[in-house]
């Protein structure tokens, strides 16, 4: 108790420093503008570091580009293709490659195949540009390895062989890690297997082990789009179909109203002829 009592009475002794007071530094007003000035720009700097354009941005520019209005059988499927590249372009891991490339205008030459050359490209022009990408560029990679797909090139990544083989050798040296897989990519692959004239499945599989790629995935994403080519074949026949019954309507229609212009001529010549 003693000394509890002794310790409480040296601390109660202890004199109470004042804390010491930093003297003020003044700061002119240019230097605190400086400092939110700085302050600004730092937060701007991360903030624009990354900012992709948004989907809604792609969808207009894809309509500003290609202002007459698509068949609905063929707009719904654009603009999902639209969706999905628009994703997979503003990914930060996407990186062009002349195999997707060929899978893109693939795609296109079958899915708009009812549509006339003309306006099937300028679809395409519109669509590329919409991701700010260079249609011209996709034309001219998918036309190169498509002819050397043709001309028996192997189909081996080879960073030193020629521009196909050089395009996969860029996709096998990440071992499937960092390069950014796409459905366009998987048609590309099988559009690649299909000029080499191989009727052979294992010819694909062993090009996609080559690449260090998922074969489930690959198998999926080509089974996806082969569907979507059936289910357009036969939206294709209906609308034939349905396009034959609204011109026999329409031949029946004219038809008819040219035989009831008849008969009121016919009718009106007769009352002429009585009248007289």
Same mark, same amino acid.
């Given at each position: 108790?003693?000394?509890? %009592? *002794?310790?409480? !009475?040296?601390?109660?002794?202890?004199?109470? /420093?004042?804390?010491?007071?930093?003297?003020? /530094?003044?700061?002119?007003?240019?230097?605190?503008?400086?400092?939110?000035? =700085?302050?600004? *720009?730092? +937060? =701007? +700097?991360?903030?624009?570091?990354?900012?992709?354009? %948004?989907?809604?941005? #792609?969808? *207009?520019?894809? $309509?500003?580009?290609?202002?007459?209005? &698509?068949?609905?059988?063929? !707009?719904?499927?654009?603009?999902? &293709? &639209?969706? /999905?590249?628009h994703l997979f372009r503003w990914n930060k891991k996407y990186q062009y490659n002349e195999?997707? #490339?060929?899978? *893109?205008? !693939? $795609?296109? @030459?079958?899915? &708009?195949?009812?549509?006339?050359? !003309?306006?099937?490209?300028?679809?395409?022009?519109?669509?590329?540009?919409?991701?700010?990408?260079?249609?011209?560029?996709?034309?001219?990679?998918?036309?190169?390895? @498509? @002819?050397?797909?043709?001309?028996?090139?192997?189909? %081996?990544?080879?960073? =030193?062989g020629n521009k196909l083989q050089a395009a996969l050798a860029a996709v096998a040296a990440t071992e499937g890690k960092t390069f950014l897989y796409t459905k366009f990519f998987a048609v590309g692959l099988f559009r690649l297997v299909e000029l080499t004239g191989s009727k052979d499945p294992k010819t694909l599989v062993a090009l996609v082990k080559a690449l260090g790629l998922a074969q489930e995935r690959v198998n999926a994403d080509l089974m996806t789009y082969k569907g979507v080519l059936s289910k357009l074949e036969g939206a294709k026949e209906i609308m034939k179909e349905f396009l034959i019954r609204e011109k026999k309507k329409r031949e029946e229609r004219e038809a008819e109203k040219a035989a009831k212009a008849k008969a009121v001529a016919e009718k009106a010549a007769t009352t002429a002829e009585t009248s007289a």
């Open positions: 108790m003693q000394t509890a %009592t *002794m310790a409480h !009475s040296a601390v109660a002794a202890r004199p109470v /420093q004042a804390a010491a007071l930093r003297p003020r /530094q003044f700061v002119s007003p240019a230097a605190v503008k400086q400092r939110r000035s =700085s302050r600004h *720009m730092a +937060v =701007s +700097v991360r903030a624009e570091v990354w900012a992709p354009p %948004t989907v809604a941005d #792609a969808k *207009m520019k894809f $309509i500003g580009a290609f202002k007459k209005p &698509l068949p609905g059988l063929y !707009s719904t499927i654009v603009q999902e &293709l &639209l969706v /999905q590249q195999v997707t #490339a060929l899978g *893109m205008v !693939s $795609i296109f @030459e079958q899915v &708009l195949g009812g549509l006339p050359d !003309s306006e099937r490209e300028a679809v395409f022009d519109a669509f590329i540009e919409a991701l700010g990408e260079d249609p011209a560029q996709y034309r001219k990679d998918a036309a190169a390895v @498509e @002819e050397l797909a043709r001309s028996g090139t192997p189909l %081996t990544p080879d960073a =030193s």
